[in-house]
């Protein structure tokens, strides 16, 4: 007696050739399109863009340390979009989705309060201070880093994605509440792109167009690198649905 899972998987039809080097082709586009948009960033950060006349050059990790957070926003966003479809329809997609997310956004969550750091220590003169936004976004990098953890420590995966489901679904209150803490409560983070005044600290243009470049060039880094993931988790799942189709084998066979 073979195995439903397995002769799902063995027995499927192969994919279009030329389906799957469209697919190819479009992943290789976006990955030359990123890098090159990477690297004209880097040229815009350390020569284009002027050295802020207050601040002084660590002023140019900035852009960089702002461009992690468009990603990162956006990911934890898609985190708690695939946590809600997948607890109302069950779809190992969304799980994917989920899961493929949390991971790329946990990343740029981290080099974001790492460049923050880097650019507070000669400013502020302490690498760290508890600030409300910095708060919050420890706290955010806290909640999503239980988010992955949770799927290692649960007694089965089905266990670990509800929960940590449930989890990415709660935490984009804390998403809503970073982007609100510079206006609400004082602290001394400063308000950028928008204060609360209504004026930026960008004023030279060329400061402008740095930002710009730097936040699609991240953007679309991420885009990419969750295709990728999004790819190598289904052949992941794959091949787990197939070594349990054989584990039980021996069993059904006996039956």
């Known amino acids: 007696m073979s195995d439903p899972v397995l002769a799902r998987h063995t027995e ?8 799957a080097t469209q697919g190819n082709t479009a992943e290789t586009v976006l ?8 690297l004209a960033a880097m040229y815009a950060v350390f020569v284009y863009v002027p050295t802020d006349s207050f601040q002084g050059p660590v002023q140019r990790i900035f852009y960089i340390h702002m461009a992690m957070w468009l990603p990162t926003f956006s990911a934890f966003a898609l985190v ?5 479809m997948y607890l109302w329809r069950r779809g190992p997609g969304w799980d994917r989705l989920g899961r493929s997310s949390a991971e790329i956004g946990l990343l740029f969550c981290t080099l974001g309060l790492a460049t923050g750091s880097i650019w507070a220590r000669p400013i502020w003169g ?7 936004r910095l708060t ?6 806290m909640i999503y880093a239980t988010y992955l953890l949770l799927r ?5 995966p089905e266990q670990g994605a509800v929960l940590s489901a449930i989890l990415g679904l709660s935490g984009v209150i804390d998403l809503y509440l970073i982007n609100r803490a510079v206006y609400w409560w004082r602290g001394i983070h400063p308000a950028v792109i928008a204060n609360r005044e209504g004026g930026s600290g960008l004023a030279d243009p060329r400061m ?8 699609v060039s991240f953007f679309l880094l991420f885009v990419w690198l969750l295709v990728l993931r999004m790819r190598t988790a ?3 799942d794959i091949l787990e649905e197939c070594r349990e189709a054989l584990a039980r084998g021996p069993r059904a066979a006996r039956v």
Do not use: F, K, M, Y
């Open 12 to 19: 499927s039809p192969s994919p279009d050739p030329a389906d």
């Open 31 to 38: 990955g030359v399109t990123t890098g090159a948009l990477v």
């Open 80 to 84: 708690a979009i695939a946590s809600l």
């Open 126 to 132: 302490t690498w760290w201070t508890w600030d409300p």
């Open 136 to 141: 919050l976004t420890l706290v955010l990098w």
């Open 152 to 156: 290692t420590l649960s007694a089965t």
């Open 208 to 215: 402008q167009v740095t930002l710009v470049i730097c936040l």
């Open 234 to 236: 289904r052949l992941q």
